[in-house]
């Protein structure tokens, strides 16, 4: 049904991002991964999956450039009067949004006129904690404290969300994963949130002078 297109080498900044043709779509199609983020001043379609993580969908309908990210967030935790790792790594989320925002700006978007969507923040795991509601409104806070118009959300429920977004118009395909017929997502999350943790202590480890 798709074809795999060579990457560009345009912006080594998504030299790692998957470019495939789909037959079903008019534009060529970027897969965007957790701890990804792609935009587009051409017209193209983004397609994700998200679980507990978060997308946000940022769109200038006037300068018809637009772009997600995909990351996700955790409030910082206390154990022993001390932060863990997983909730120092929280400001990955900050950093997600800025690299999203710049990048939008950078292909002539403008702040004022920019248009969010957010989806994802489900619940996939039987825990007392709710990482995904978390994820929702600290990205939800972030935005109206930053002034963005927020004109479409999506978050929570206990299902996956797949998602394909227009760069040039910002429209939204989304489907709710209703039946999984693998544990695909959940392993991604839980690989991504390792890699966050080991990152953080490979950071710990380094001494800046």
């Known amino acids: 049904m ?3 297109e060579k990457k560009s080498a345009d912006n080594n900044a998504f030299s790692d991002i998957r ?12 897969q965007v991964l957790p701890g990804q983020y792609f935009a587009s001043k051409d017209p193209m379609i983004i397609y994700t999956i998200l679980g507990s993580c978060i997308s946000a969908c940022v769109n200038d309908p006037v300068a018809k450039v637009g772009g997600i990210n995909h990351f996700m967030l955790a409030k910082p935790q206390k154990k022993g009067g001390r932060k863990d790792s997983w909730g120092e790594s929280a400001r990955y989320g900050n950093y997600a949004m800025e690299l999203l925002l710049n990048e939008i700006m950078k292909l002539g978007g403008i ?19 709710n990482v995904g509601q978390g994820n929702a409104e600290w990205v939800l806070n972030y935005l109206e404290t930053e002034g963005f118009n927020i004109v479409k959300r999506d978050v929570g429920d206990i299902y996956p969300r797949k998602i394909y977004y227009y760069t040039e118009t910002g429209r939204i395909l989304m489907k ?4 999984m017929r693998n544990k695909t997502i ?6 991504y949130k390792k890699s966050l943790i ?3 202590e490979r950071d710990d480890d380094v001494i800046l002078f």
């Open 2 to 4: 798709f074809s795999l």
């Open 111 to 129: 702040k004022k006129r920019m248009e969010v969507k957010i989806f994802g923040g489900a619940k996939l795991y039987e825990s007392s904690q």
């Open 186 to 191: 959940l392993v991604r999350e839980e690989e």
């Open 176 to 179: 709710k994963i209703m039946r």
């Open 19 to 30: 470019m495939v043709v789909d037959g079903r779509f008019p534009h060529k199609v970027a």
């Open 198 to 200: 080991e990152k953080k």
